[in-house]
C-alpha cells in the first residue's frame, strides 16, 4: 500500500530519529565549515530572511513557492528528500503549516536542527487566533518591526550551526534589519497619506490583523485566519453589508487565495446598492516571483502598501 505524503514524512522524522539515536551525526562542524549551509524553509518570506542573513554562506531551498497556501499545503515527495538533506530547518510556526507542525516538532526533538521563527517571541506581542482560542495568529511578517525577531531567530541559529562564520551572520543580520526599520518607516510615512476614516482593510481571509495593529487599520476578512475555514453565504453577506452601510471605496483579492470570494462580496454589495471596487491584489501568504519586486519580503511589503494607500486615499 503507498503512503500518502503526511505519512512518508513522519517516517522520515522516524529515520532521522534512528540515525541520532545510533550516534551518527546529521552534520559535523568541520564538513559545515568547508561547504554552503543547507537550508530548507517553508514560506518564502522565510527563505527572504535566510538569504539576506546566510548570504553566500548558505544554499536555500523553499518548500512554498509564489501562490502557495500554506494552510492548505500539501507536502510532496520531494520536499521529503529537501528536509532529509538539509542541514537546518526553518518553519514560520503558530500552527501556520498546519499539518506539517507536527513533523517539524518530531524531527527537532530527534535532533534535526529545526527552528519555528517564532519560537522566540514574546506570547504578549502576539495576537490571538479568532479560529482557535488557545492558539495565536501566525502572519507575524505584516508587522514589520516584529518580523525582526524572525530574523534574529534565523541569524541567532545559523551562527550556532555555523560558528566559524558567526561574524558573517550577525553582520547580515544587522544590515538586513536596518533595511527593515526602513521599511517600517515608508509604511507609516504611506499610511499617513490615507484618511483615518479610510483605512479599513477588508481581504479574503483574516491574515493582515498585525498590519492592521501595527498601521492604524481596522481589518476585516471574509475567511477566518486559517483559510481551511470556509466562507459562507452569511459571511458574504455581513460583509457586504458593512461595505456598503460605511461606503467602503475598495477591497481587496490575495495572491494565494481564489479570488471568486472576493467577487461574490463584491457582487453582493451591488445589490445593495454601492459599488466597492476591487483594488488591487495583496500578497499575504506567499511571496511573487523570484525576480519580480514582489518577490523580496521588502519588495511585496512595498508592493502591498502601495496598493492599498492607491485604492484608498
Same mark, same amino acid.
Request: proline share 4%; hydrophobic share 40%.
Given at each position: 500500500?503507498?503512503?500518502?505524503?503526511?505519512?512518508?514524512?513522519?517516517?522520515?522524522?522516524?529515520?532521522?530519529?534512528?540515525?541520532?539515536?545510533?550516534?551518527?551525526?546529521? /552534520?559535523?562542524?568541520? +564538513?559545515?565549515?568547508?561547504?554552503? @549551509?543547507?537550508?530548507?524553509?517553508?514560506?518564502?518570506?522565510?527563505?527572504?530572511?535566510?538569504?539576506?542573513?546566510?548570504?553566500?554562506?548558505?544554499?536555500?531551498?523553499?518548500?512554498?513557492?509564489?501562490?502557495?497556501?500554506?494552510?492548505?499545503?500539501?507536502?510532496?515527495?520531494?520536499?521529503?528528500?529537501?528536509?532529509?538533506?538539509?542541514?537546518?530547518?526553518?518553519?514560520?510556526?503558530?500552527?501556520?503549516?498546519?499539518?506539517?507542525?507536527?513533523?517539524?516538532?518530531?524531527?527537532?526533538?530527534?535532533?534535526?536542527?529545526?527552528?519555528?521563527? +517564532?519560537?522566540? @517571541?514574546?506570547?504578549?506581542?502576539?495576537?490571538?487566533?479568532?479560529?482557535?482560542?488557545?492558539?495565536?495568529?501566525?502572519?507575524?511578517?505584516?508587522?514589520?518591526?516584529?518580523?525582526?525577531?524572525?530574523?534574529?531567530?534565523?541569524?541567532?541559529?545559523?551562527?550556532?550551526?555555523?560558528?566559524?562564520?558567526?561574524?558573517?551572520?550577525?553582520?547580515?543580520?544587522?544590515?538586513?534589519?536596518?533595511?527593515?526599520?526602513?521599511?517600517?518607516?515608508?509604511?507609516?510615512?504611506?499610511?499617513?497619506?490615507?484618511?483615518?476614516?479610510?483605512?479599513?482593510?477588508?481581504?479574503?481571509?483574516?491574515?493582515?490583523?498585525?498590519?492592521?495593529?501595527?498601521?492604524?487599520?481596522?481589518?476585516?476578512?471574509?475567511?477566518? @485566519?486559517?483559510?481551511?475555514?470556509?466562507?459562507?453565504?452569511?459571511?458574504?453577506?455581513?460583509? /457586504?453589508?458593512?461595505?456598503?452601510?460605511?461606503?467602503?471605496?475598495?477591497?481587496?483579492?490575495?495572491?494565494?487565495?481564489?479570488?471568486?470570494?472576493?467577487?461574490?462580496?463584491?457582487?453582493?454589495?451591488?445589490?445593495?446598492?454601492?459599488?466597492?471596487?476591487?483594488?488591487?491584489?495583496?500578497?499575504?501568504?506567499?511571496?511573487?516571483?523570484?525576480? /519580480?519586486?514582489?518577490?523580496?519580503?521588502?519588495?511585496?511589503?512595498?508592493?502591498?502598501?502601495?496598493? @492599498?494607500?492607491?485604492?484608498?486615499?
Amino acid at each position: 500500500m503507498s503512503r500518502t505524503p503526511v505519512q512518508t514524512l513522519v517516517a522520515t522524522a522516524l529515520l532521522v530519529a534512528g540515525l541520532t539515536a545510533c550516534g551518527q551525526p546529521l /552534520a559535523s562542524e568541520t +564538513s559545515l565549515a568547508q561547504r554552503k @549551509i543547507k537550508v530548507t524553509t517553508t514560506v518564502g518570506m522565510i527563505t527572504d530572511i535566510v538569504r539576506n542573513v546566510g548570504g553566500e554562506r548558505v544554499e536555500v531551498t523553499g518548500l512554498m513557492g509564489p501562490g502557495v497556501d500554506p494552510h492548505l499545503y500539501k507536502p510532496s515527495a520531494g520536499d521529503v528528500n529537501r528536509l532529509e538533506e538539509a542541514d537546518i530547518i526553518f518553519y514560520v510556526g503558530l500552527e501556520l503549516e498546519g499539518r506539517m507542525t507536527d513533523l517539524f516538532e518530531k524531527m527537532a526533538r530527534a535532533g534535526k536542527p529545526t527552528f519555528g521563527v +517564532s519560537d522566540d @517571541i514574546d506570547r504578549a506581542r502576539l495576537l490571538p487566533s479568532k479560529d482557535h482560542a488557545d492558539q495565536y495568529d501566525p502572519h507575524i511578517w505584516f508587522d514589520v518591526l516584529l518580523w525582526q525577531e524572525a530574523v534574529r531567530k534565523v541569524g541567532q541559529e545559523l551562527a550556532a550551526l555555523d560558528p566559524g562564520s558567526q561574524g558573517t551572520y550577525e553582520h547580515n543580520t544587522q544590515m538586513y534589519l536596518e533595511q527593515l526599520r526602513a521599511l517600517d518607516e515608508y509604511v507609516r510615512e504611506q499610511i499617513a497619506l490615507v484618511p483615518e476614516p479610510s483605512r479599513v482593510l477588508i481581504t479574503a481571509h483574516d491574515a493582515f490583523n498585525y498590519f492592521g495593529r501595527a498601521y492604524g487599520f481596522e481589518v476585516r476578512g471574509l475567511q477566518g @485566519i486559517s483559510t481551511a475555514a470556509e466562507a459562507g453565504a452569511a459571511d458574504v453577506q455581513a460583509l /457586504a453589508r458593512l461595505i456598503a452601510e460605511r461606503q467602503i471605496k475598495a477591497i481587496f483579492v490575495e495572491s494565494s487565495v481564489p479570488r471568486e470570494s472576493i467577487e461574490a462580496v463584491q457582487a453582493a454589495t451591488r445589490a445593495r446598492g454601492w459599488e466597492v471596487v476591487v483594488g488591487g491584489e495583496l500578497f499575504s501568504d506567499a511571496m511573487g516571483a523570484d525576480g /519580480a519586486p514582489e518577490g523580496t519580503y521588502i519588495g511585496m511589503v512595498r508592493h502591498n502598501v502601495d496598493t @492599498i494607500v492607491r485604492a484608498l486615499r
